[in-house]
């Protein structure tokens, strides 16, 4: 069989009103104010992404809050609910969600967030019951056979019986496995035990890049990681999350991307927000014209490391003050993909061909930007191959270009029957 030309993946990032500095997206007319509950929108949105042949929708979900959190976390669809709207309202889109906020732990009946250890150890026990659970029943398990009035074959269903340091689960799941084998496992984080952990088990790997360079080197660092583990690295594919600006020329676009982004300025939003990676400490209690606090890192333990250590590194390599850090992380900045549409084509292309990327998030935002990306931008990378002009699968896995995962109990038959048929021949 001849391998399918490697082609760009595309998924969509929605954040309704305004996530993390976008306090002021909802003020645009074009989007409603009620955006993050409406599932109308929504629904519009998965369909816009689909006919644009997108492969995935991605949900951030939020499970704490304070007043300081953007509009968008304020008042929100939960997302497993609003995930199955979406599914009855397309047909090829795949559909993903995940979370990270420290504060949720509060509201799990715990005192704190886990240490990044013990969080990680956690997270790969947790997906290995469920890919446990997902082969409890082989694909054979159902005769369903009237005749003789066999619905199942018991010994095509296997027990888990799981006893790991953070869970116990006897199993089995009371569902027979997916035409795609089991759901694509996506993976989000920047730290050590963050890519060791995608290496390990992810498929979809979501992350940042803020250069070429960036995008190339944790490309190829999370690829070899997954290789030392004997992983097939084409079985992960890697999707940054990507702001992109479309103008009728490239210094229009650069005027937009300006304009749109300074519309998003509030230094007091940004202060308040600095938090989010240190587990939301509040950094307003301290003088804003004194150096950066590098004792707030010792909060990020149970927040979002990577991200806060950059800050704090930021700070202290530039000498900066509070202040001047907050308007450093939140001031305008050049992105990576702006341009004319056929610039910001030529841009993706080049990130792709250079292996910075397998695919791209699109952030949904400005509903003019987003069009125009669908309409100007898609259709070049069509034209040019790389990306589909048609879905190639029924399934997220399949579209993604990812094997099915061979049923381990099924696998495990093979085997013996192999051993026993050589022992045959020898015999």
Not at 117 to 141: M, P
Not at 178 to 192: K, L, M, T
Not at 305 to 330: F, P
């Amino acid at each position: 069989m001849t391998a399918r030309p490697r082609q760009l993946k595309l998924g969509a990032v929605t954040m309704g009103a305004g996530g993390p500095g976008q306090h002021y997206l909802w003020l645009d007319p074009e989007i409603p104010d009620d955006a993050s509950v409406n599932v109308n929108w929504y629904i519009e949105q998965a369909r816009l992404a689909e006919e644009a042949k997108f492969d995935l929708i991605f949900i951030v979900d939020s499970q704490f809050i304070t007043p300081d959190s953007p509009p968008h976390y304020l008042n929100r669809l939960e997302p497993i609910t609003l995930l199955s709207a979406l599914a009855v309202s397309t047909r090829h889109l795949g559909l993903v969600v995940t979370s990270g906020d420290a504060g949720a732990a509060a509201n799990f009946s715990r005192e704190e967030h886990f240490d990044y250890d013990t969080r990680y150890a956690r997270g790969l026990e947790f997906v290995r019951v469920a890919q446990g659970l997902w082969d409890s029943y082989e694909a054979d398990a159902f005769p369903r056979d009237r005749a003789t009035r066999s619905f199942l074959d018991p010994a095509r269903q296997h027990a888990l019986n799981h006893r790991g340091e953070h869970f116990q689960v006897a199993g089995p799941l009371n569902v027979s496995r997916s035409p795609q084998g089991q759901p694509v496992i996506f993976q989000a984080g920047d730290s050590e035990q963050g890519r060791d952990l995608g290496a390990t088990i992810g498929e979809g790997i979501f992350t940042h890049a803020a250069s070429l360079e960036q995008g190339q080197a944790f490309y190829a660092d999370i690829k070899s990681r997954a290789a030392a583990k004997g992983r097939d690295p084409d079985h992960l594919v890697v999707m940054p999350g990507m702001r992109v600006y479309v103008g009728d020329t490239d210094a229009e676009a650069r005027e937009i991307e300006r304009d749109l982004q300074l519309a998003a300025q509030s230094f007091d939003k940004a202060l308040a927000e600095l938090g989010r990676p240190f587990a939301w400490h509040d950094f307003r209690q301290y003088d804003l014209d004194a150096p950066f606090p590098q004792e707030a890192l010792k909060y990020a333990e149970r927040g979002f490391r990577t991200n806060a250590e950059n800050i704090a590194k930021l700070a202290r390599d530039r000498d900066l003050t509070l202040r001047q850090t907050v308007e450093s992380i939140s001031a305008p900045r050049p992105t990576p993909f702006a341009g004319a549409p056929a610039t910001v084509a030529d841009q993706i292309t080049r990130w792709f061909e250079a292996r910075a990327l397998d695919g791209l998030n699109y952030h949904i935002a400005n509903p003019a930007q987003w069009r125009r990306f669908r309409e100007e931008v898609v259709p070049i990378l069509q034209e040019r191959g790389i990306v589909r002009r048609q879905y190639e699968s029924t399934t997220l896995r399949g579209n993604l270009g990812l094997p099915v995962p061979e049923n381990r109990h099924t696998a495990a038959r093979g085997e013996v029957g192999q051993i026993l048929t050589a022992a045959e021949a020898v015999g």
